[in-house]
């Protein structure tokens, strides 16, 4: 397995944050992209290092991100957008290290998030924006 930082996906997961997820601290999420996993039907992962090793090298809560590249590329430009907030929506709002569950990450919620997103940016936003 190969990871590289994604200045361009970051970018993406931090404006989602600003507008519709509050509680992520942006400066302690970092979105990669892996290249080699041999992991079926999994487009994206979220990681956190647990609450007993953040306290044992003394550090708030980190999370990565992680997107598979051979299946996230497949996707297009509103799914995209979607696997981002979907793996947004897997940090609490403690941001303590630990992780919602699918019971609450849920295709129903991630659309509901989703249209929230859109509704939020604005016109202007959409055309600067520049595509995947």
């Given amino acids: 397995?190969?990871?590289e930082f994604a200045?361009?996906?970051q970018i993406k997961?931090?404006?989602?944050?600003?507008k519709i997820f509050?509680?992520?601290r942006i400066d302690r999420v970092?979105?990669?992209?892996?290249?080699?996993?041999?992991a079926k039907g999994t487009i994206a992962r979220c990681h956190s290092l647990g609450k007993l090793m953040q306290k044992a090298i003394g550090i708030d809560a980190v999370y990565a991100i992680e997107f598979l590249v051979e299946?996230?590329?497949?996707?297009?430009?509103?799914?995209?957008?979607?696997?981002i907030i979907h793996?947004?929506?897997?940090i609490p709002k403690t941001f303590g290290g630990g992780f919602k569950?699918?019971?609450?990450?849920?295709?129903?919620?991630?659309?509901?998030c989703y249209k929230e997103y859109k509704k939020i940016k604005t016109l202007k936003e959409y055309e600067k924006e520049d595509k995947f």
């Fill in 22 to 24: 509050p509680h992520v």
């Fill in 87 to 90: 793996e947004l929506m897997h």
């Fill in 13 to 18: 997961a931090e404006d989602i944050c600003r």
């Fill in 101 to 112: 569950h699918h019971d609450f990450v849920t295709e129903k919620n991630v659309n509901k």
């Fill in 71 to 83: 299946e996230f590329e497949k996707l297009g430009d509103e799914e995209k957008l979607k696997v």
């Fill in 30 to 38: 970092r979105c990669f992209r892996s290249y080699g996993s041999k």
């Fill in 7 to 9: 200045p361009d996906l």
């Fill in 1 to 3: 397995m190969r990871y």
